[in-house]
C-alpha cells in the first residue's frame, strides 16, 4: 500500500499557517493522502487551527486531492453483491473485514434456523454487514451531496459507514436465537444485548488495528462516535458535533426506519424467494433532513412516500408471519437453543464458558454457529442430552406444532401456560414447551408512522406529519398481536395421536377467556 508522507505539512505551508505545535504523531496520522479528506473543524482545532481558517484549509486540502497523480482509489476494494451489485469498500473498512472478528460473521447465520425450512436461508451475518455499509453510504452521501449547508464532513460519513458495517458485530450463534431464547435462560438477570456486544469488538478490532485507524486521522474519540452510532444514541466521551440525524441511519430507535433494517428487509426475501416490491434507493433519492422549531434535526422523507415506507413495514410484517414465525421453523429453533442451554455446563470455548464468553472479546470470536458441531463431536457424559437433542435434528425429528391460540388479554400468564403444558403431559404422558409469538409493526402496540416526518415538494423545510386519516387507511387500527404456541417434544409421540393432542389443546383454549384458538 503506498504512503504519501507531508500532505498536511504542505497544505499548512502554502497558506503560511505554523504547525511547530503540531506532534509528529499527530502528522503520522496522515499518511494517505484520502485521509485528509477526514479533517474538519473538531480535529484542526486539535493543532490550534483558528477557525476562521478553518475553510481555507479545507479548500486547499480538496485542491490537492484533485491534483495529485497519486490515485487513492486503487487503495479501494470492489465486491459484487447479489442484492445490491457492485459495492465499493474504503480501505478502513477493508482493515475492518479483514479482521477474525469480522470474519467470524461468516459462521453466524442471518436467519438463525430458517434453513432448515427454506434451503436458500442459509446466508449468514457477514453479507448484511456488507450491504447496510454499502446503504449507509448512499444515504449519508446523498444527504451531503444536496445539503451542504448542513456541513456534513468527510469523516462523519466514514463513520456512519462504519457504524453500518460493525452494527452486527456482537451476534451469538445463530443471531437473535442466542439474545431471545439462549441467553435469557442461561441468566435471567442478564442485561447482555448484541448492540453492546458490538461496541465491545469495535473497541477491540481498534485495540488491534490502531496504528492502521491513525494514519487515517482516526481518533478514540471518533471510535467512540462509531459506537454511539451503532447504538442510535450518543455515549460519553463521543465526538459530538450537533448533527443528531446521524443517529437516525444505522440503528433509529424512534421510528425504526434504518438502513439495518432496509438491507435485511431486502436481502432476507431474496434468500427466502419471498417477493419485495420496497426499494430503499427511492427513498434515499427523497430523503432531506429538516430542522425542527426546536432546533432539533431529524431526516424527514417527501409526502409521496408514504406508500413506499408503508410497503416496508407490511413487507416487515409479511416475513414474520411468513418466514420468521414459521410454525416448523419455530420448533427447530426451540431445540437448537434448548440444547445449546443444555450444553452451558459441559461445554466451554478456549477454557470458558457461554456466560464468561461474552465478557472476552478474543474468546467471543470464537462463539458462533460451530458450536452445534462442538457437541455432536463430543464424546462427553455432560453433552450427551445436549447431543440427543441434535442428533435427532440431524433426522429431522424436529419438535411437532400442536396449537396456536391469540392471546387477548394483559399481563404475565406464564403460571396459566405452564399449567396447561403440565396438565397435557398428565394425560398423554408426553413432554410439552409454550412459547410466546408477538407480531408488529416495529413499534410494538404503535403505529411507526406516528414517528416519522414528511416534507412537501413546496415545503422542503418544514418537517409535517401524516394525518391521522391517511395513516389509518395505510396501515391497520392493531398494530401488534402476541400468540400463544405450544409444542410437543418428545420424539416418539406417533402421528395417529396427534389429532387427539391437538384436540386436547383446542379444549385448553377454550377454557380460557383471554385465548382465541386459531
Known sequence: MSECGGYLKT??????????GCSDSFLARFSYLESLTFLDGPLLDQIGIEEALVDSVLREISNIHKSEDFVVRDLHKLINDPVHGTINLHPLAVTIISSPQFQRLHFVKQL???????????YSR???SVGTYHLAGKLINSIKDRQPELKISAIDAMCVQLAGLCHDLGHGPFSHMFDRLVIPKLDKESKWTHEDASTDMVDYIWKNEQAEFEKWGFTAQVIEFIKSLILGKPIENSRENGKSFLYEIVANSNSGMDVDKWDYLIRDSYHLGIKCSFDPYRLIFHIRVVTEKDGHRQICYRDKEANTICSMFQMRYDL?????????????????????????????????TLLECLDDMKVYTHLHDGILFKILESEAAELKDSRVLLERLQKRQIWKFIGEARITGDGDMSEDFNSMTDELRRKTGYDFIWTVVKR???????NPLDYIRFYKKDQPNEALELSKE??????????QSQFLRIYCTSPDVVRAEYRTIKNMVSQLFGQKNYLESL
Not at 438463525?112 to 442459509?122: C, F, K, N, V
Not at 408488529?440 to 404503535?446: L, R
Open 320 to 352: 414474520y408471519m411468513k418466514a420468521y414465525h414459521h410454525r416448523v421453523a419455530l420448533g427447530v429453533e426451540l431445540q437448537v437453543a434448548e440444547a445449546i442451554v443444555k450444553a452451558n455446563k459441559g461445554l466451554t470455548i478456549a477454557g470458558k
Open 11 to 20: 497544505v499548512l505551508s502554502r497558506l503560511d499557517i505554523p504547525f511547530d
Open 112 to 122: 438463525s434456523t430458517l434453513h432448515y425450512i427454506y434451503p436458500s436461508a442459509g
Open 470 to 479: 391517511h395513516r389509518l387507511c395505510i396501515l391497520p387500527v392493531e398494530f
Open 126 to 128: 457477514f453479507e448484511h
Open 440 to 446: 408488529n409493526f416495529g413499534k410494538k402496540e404503535e
